[in-house]
């Protein structure tokens, strides 16, 4: 294994232990609050294929690298729409 497979396994492992720490970024409200969680992993899980496809399937690094980042830059917008969202009803009630 590489320095990266490596890195990415530990990536992986730590998106996991994420999803069971009761501190997150968007709070575990029922549907809401696992939509981070599920995003972290995915991310984490592609990164770990891609990684582990470099030596074999060159189309599959492709897509897995496409997919990585996809979930990446959706888990940002839901969380920004989210934290939006909050500071807006804040707002009005205040």
Same mark, same amino acid.
């Given at each position: 294994?590489?320095?990266?497979? *490596?890195?990415?396994? $530990?990536?992986?492992?730590?998106?996991?232990?994420?999803?069971?720490?009761?501190?997150?970024? *968007?709070?575990?409200?029922?549907?809401?609050?696992?939509?981070?969680?599920?995003?972290?992993?995915?991310?984490?899980?592609?990164?770990?294929?891609?990684?582990?496809?470099?030596?074999?399937?060159? *189309?599959?690094?492709?897509?897995?690298?496409?997919?990585?980042?996809?979930?990446?830059?959706?888990?940002?917008?839901? $969380?920004?729409?989210?934290?939006?969202?909050?500071?807006?009803?804040?707002? *009005?009630?205040?």
């Amino acid at each position: 294994m590489n320095r990266k497979q *490596i890195t990415s396994i $530990i990536l992986l492992i730590g998106a996991i232990v994420y999803d069971f720490i009761p501190a997150d970024l *968007i709070p575990d409200i029922p549907v809401i609050g696992w939509i981070d969680d599920f995003f972290v992993t995915s991310s984490a899980l592609f990164n770990c294929i891609q990684q582990f496809s470099d030596d074999g399937n060159e *189309i599959l690094e492709k897509v897995m690298k496409w997919l990585k980042w996809t979930c990446f830059l959706l888990a940002v917008l839901i $969380i920004l729409v989210f934290l939006l969202l909050t500071a807006t009803i804040i707002s *009005i009630f205040k």
